[in-house]
């Protein structure tokens, strides 16, 4: 089967981009999901709210793309300039749309707000368009149809913009031009470089079929690894991804911890709350950012017990029992230190399991013996204490970041672990 | 005076940006560094690692602008294709650099590797280009110039882009189009909305001389104000520029925390590790967030002794005293109960200041009487407890954010304030 490859250009309207004030995160996103259902996005453009500019803009995209995205100049304070030069591009009039008033006065109504002038303005749209509702705001997504080439405007607020796309957008992208079906399955991996997960699966990456790609998409600690699969007949494909999923895990399962979108802490989460376990946390180098990372997710407190900060060496003996001949004579950054640090958490605080990290963050403070980025972690359970050492950068938010992923692994192997 | 306003395109090149892998920061960064020597962005391209396609974007650019700037496609896997679309596009042949290769050699041996065939070919560049030489890295920048218009390519990583943009790249546009004299001063505002601000200075902005410019920058719970001079005179406008900012100081001032790049928790490291006191911090709704920004400024355990995240109401009555009958009968979120954590930390952890916080982060757990957002703080130290109700938002990542700015801010009053 051989499908024409549709390409789609993105447009984003505004003069914030233009002057740097703010960073354009809607085209990734859009060109990610563009990706998804097999349309490659040919070029991502900004151009200035001006109706000369926009025009000449969408002329080339046009001339390249069969699907033209626009994004942003659609707020009431943009005086609707967008919307006005896509009705002289379209050489359509601006008409009042009902349905589009409608939903306005409802939008006000339950924020308890009254509709001015100004927002019965946003109801105005060109004559041929159709309106795509936008329940996360007032500003209606347009499609436009023109020569085979498909226009969409939608606003540049981002959540606005990917509900728009997600309800909206792509299931019509995908009905208007016979996309082809396209699976992914992404897989999560922490504490192994990109290059080290390459060797170990070589051989079974250079003998997936043609329609079978992988991605790698590394992070600062993380490296997802992508399945994409292209064809046009969704069971089989999801067959052969679910039999080559497999092999994945049997050469590289023990460093995924999740699929999708799920983050690590989200993942520790969730283990910690089908296990009923509750959690304590001490921390050093890290300086609140593991406890932070954790209580970002709703519901934390259904496990998160507490945590401590022990930053300088008094509160870690203190309070959390380290004794004063380790910290003397292995200093806080030592394995002594972190177990004592992990299980007095625990015992204080009572809990089924801790962590406690220590380290030398950096930039300064480091030694020949006890270098930048040298870290230890501890996890206290049932189970007893496992300790692990580390070694990462000199950078200080690098080192910060690479141990809070690390603990949280170790943390979730832990859990994983338990008979 | 009058001068030409000169214009400027960026152009990135790299399929990564356009799959949507990685979001482009440079462009934004580096249209806000344009605008602040009086250079405007025109339009910011994202193209595909395609020679056809570069040409063209090229081509269009040069149409529109005076200046085209480039990024990306110039590392060793990359086959160098950029380098070579430019050398085609200037009608000029591929040479080797010696001074190019010596740094490179340079760079190889302080980190002790050996120089590779691969990297041999990085010292290639096209003839009619002056090299710009990268600190950060092996690819140089290549400063082009063709019939009034000047192009520039630069390797896509941020840092390296960075450091030349700011030590070849921005001096030479500077040197090379007669830009006009432009300063800006920056002002950072915290826990005060954008049209409250609006609504305080509007006579002074209303009465601001032409080429004076005001614009606001917000984020989450802050506001930016820029006022950026432009004109021929250095000493004038520095002068101009010093009387308007004591006028606005007037107004505003006590709301103003800091200039420039500083963040609010470099704002307050800075003035304790300059009053010489110590910190403690008690948290519960954000929990470990505050803790976790203060420790991200190097040399934070100059003051910072450490933090406690009572997330659990048992941790705030056993190790932060307080009381039972204050959690039953009023509540974990209550100005009693933050009053306890602040004196209690404050007092176990023996440090001048403290910081306590606790609130209804959301998005469940609200109440009439506590809605999500809903927040205490309190700052404790030799001026006696200080108190405050905030009410935030609905989404809990905002709420934490909110709460941490806000803490933080009333610290730094209370350091202020102090004699």
Redesign the interface.
């Known amino acids: 089967m051989t499908m024409k490859q549709i390409h789609c250009e993105i447009i984003t309207i505004g003069d914030e ?9 809607n ?9 998804k259902i097999g349309i ?9 709210d001006d109706a000369g ?1 926009i025009i000449a ?1 969408l002329d ?1 995209a046009a001339h390249r793309a069969d699907i033209i995205l626009i994004t942003g100049g659609l707020g009431p304070t943009k005086d609707d300039l967008t919307k006005k030069t896509l009705a002289a591009y379209f050489d359509s009039l601006m008409v009042f749309n009902r349905q589009q008033f409608a939903h306005i006065e409802r939008i006000f109504t339950a924020f308890g707000r009254e509709v001015t002038p100004i927002n019965r303005q946003q109801a105005e749209v060109p004559q041929c368009c159709t309106c795509l509702p936008n329940e996360m705001g007032t500003a209606p997504g347009m499609w436009f149809e023109k020569k085979d080439r498909v226009f969409v405007s939608m606003p540049g607020v981002p959540y606005e913009m990917k509900s728009l796309m997600q309800k909206e957008v792509l299931p019509r992208l995908k009905a208007h031009f016979q996309t082809p079906v396209i699976l992914h399955r992404t897989f999560r991996t922490q504490g192994v470089g990109e290059s080290m997960l390459a060797s170990w699966i070589e051989q079974w990456e250079d003998a997936l079929p043609p329609h079978l790609k992988l ?1 790698y ?1 590394p992070s600062v600690g993380e490296v997802k690894l992508r399945i994409s699969a292209s064809g046009d007949d969704l069971e089989i494909l999801e067959q052969e991804i679910s039999e080559q999923s497999q092999q994945l895990y049997q050469l590289i399962g023990k460093h995924i911890y999740a699929e999708g979108e799920d983050s690590l802490a989200l993942t520790v989460h969730r283990a910690l709350v089908s296990k009923g376990l509750t959690l304590s ?1 001490a ?1 050093s180098c ?7 990372s ?3 997710n ?4 259904a496990y ?9 060496n ?2 870690k003996a203190d ?1 959390l029992d380290v004794p004063d001949d380790v910290l003397e004579t292995k200093g806080a950054v030592s394995e002594a230190a972190v177990q004592y640090m992990a299980s007095g958490i625990r015992k ?3 809990t089924n399991v801790s962590i406690a990290v220590s380290g030398v ?5 480091g030694t020949d013996e006890k270098p930048v980025g040298l870290v230890w972690i501890a996890v206290d359970g049932a189970q007893g204490i496992l300790t692990k050492q580390f070694r990462f950068a000199k950078d ?2 690098r080192n ?1 970041e690479m141990t809070r992923l690390s603990a949280l692994k170790m943390l979730l192997d832990y859990l994983n672990s338990e008979r």
């Open positions: 981009i233009l002057i740097g004030q703010i960073v354009d995160t085209s990734a996103w859009m060109a990610a999901e563009l990706n490659r996005v040919k070029q991502i453009s900004s151009v200035s500019h803009a080339l991605a998409l946390i921390e890290t300086g609140g950012a593991i406890a932070a954790i209580t970002q709703a519901g934390a407190s998160f017990i507490g945590g401590m900060v022990s930053y300088d008094r509160i309070f204080k605080f009572e963050a950096g930039p300064s403070g200080r938010e910060i």
